[in-house]
């Protein structure tokens, strides 16, 4: 999810933890809970970081091994250290089980996004992406602010409001991921071109009735379109190229990275004066009639790389930096 939304989840729990009788009266332990839940609410993402190195660096790495099941602990582990160590009157066992549960919850949370995460790492490199809740989620966000502003002007008891939260978002989440299977097993049925063999991708937007579609044909290309209110609309069909280009631009760094992030690539070449440009996008990211998160490889006649990139890009930067035709 993103980093708003993280953010209220982690105020959310702070308000949870008031149900933690140590919690609730002893200040001391109280204040290192609550920063330690944020800490964690926010301590996976710290690989951001890494687009200060480069795009290629954070493609690869954001959401990986952060996000692994030995760095649920080291964050925990770290962020209670720090915080007991500072605050040495705070009990360190109710500060360690409730930043677990934040960061634990990062984690968990991010699985049902279409980014995803490797949290299953060190046993697999897999990205696992259930495709249930988008990026960020109004009814996730709205629902932390109500109990969060309830809670800050005290018009309620955390002991009240948090668990009615939780109840809610638990049921929230328990509704989307049956809603995501019965559309898709309905697919098929919804798409007049349905072809034996054709796989579909559903992909949540911040409307609850709208789903972004794509479906890998039988022939290479994807399908992309959208399904409002079970009506089913494609926009365009995604053709990829065969092309020896192609064949060499898989040897370079920016697109291992971009095919080691992505099973939904489809690559295009444009010959140019000095020998080609292949462009590889991935088409779950369409928008505006574009697909902005690409990697790019300039090459002579020979294949040789002149250039490459990885990362999000407009079709008009692409024109204006790279020479990428339309």
């Not at 190195?53 to 952060?66: C, I, M």
């Not at 939780?166 to 697919?187: A, S």
Request: aromatic share 14%; with cysteine; hydrophobic share 45%.
């Amino acid at each position: 999810m993103d980093t708003v939304s993280h953010i209220a989840i982690g105020l959310g729990l702070a308000g949870l933890s008031q149900l933690d009788p140590l919690v609730a009266e002893h200040s001391v332990t109280a204040t290192t809970v609550f920063i330690g839940v944020m800490l964690g609410s926010q301590a996976p993402d710290v690989d951001t970081l890494l687009k200060l190195k480069s795009n290629e660096a954070y493609v690869r790495n954001h959401r990986g091994f952060s996000h692994s099941i030995p760095m649920l602990l080291v964050w925990t582990v770290v962020i209670t250290a720090l915080l007991s160590w500072s605050m040495p009157a705070s009990n360190w066992q109710h500060t360690f089980a409730w930043t677990g549960l934040a960061v634990v919850l990062h984690v968990f949370t991010d699985l049902f996004n279409t980014y995803g995460t490797q949290a299953v790492r060190p046993f697999s490199e897999e990205w696992i992406s259930w495709n249930i809740i988008s990026l960020f989620d109004p009814f996730i966000f709205t629902t932390h602010l109500v109990a969060v502003t309830l809670w800050g002007f005290n018009l309620l008891s955390p002991i009240l409001i948090f668990p009615i939260l939780y109840v809610l978002l638990i049921g929230y989440f328990v509704w989307r991921t049956l809603e995501h299977r019965r559309i898709l097993r309905r697919m098929p049925q919804l798409d007049p071109e349905y072809n034996n063999g054709e796989r579909y991708t559903i992909i949540p937007t911040v409307s609850w009735s709208i789903w972004n579609v794509v479906k890998k044909q039988t022939d290479g290309a994807f399908r992309v379109g959208q399904l409002r209110r079970s009506r089913l609309m494609w926009k365009e069909t995604a053709r990829c190229d065969s092309h020896p280009a192609i064949e060499a631009s898989k040897m370079q760094s920016a697109v291992k990275t971009f095919l080691y992030f992505t099973r939904y690539g489809c690559a295009t070449v444009q010959p140019t004066g000095y020998g080609y440009i292949v462009r590889w996008v991935d088409v779950r990211y369409r928008h505006r009639k574009q697909y902005p998160f690409v990697a790019l490889v300039k090459m002579n006649s020979n294949f040789e790389p002149l250039d490459t990139y990885i990362g999000w890009i407009s079709e008009k930067q692409m024109k204006h930096q790279y020479g990428v035709q339309s």
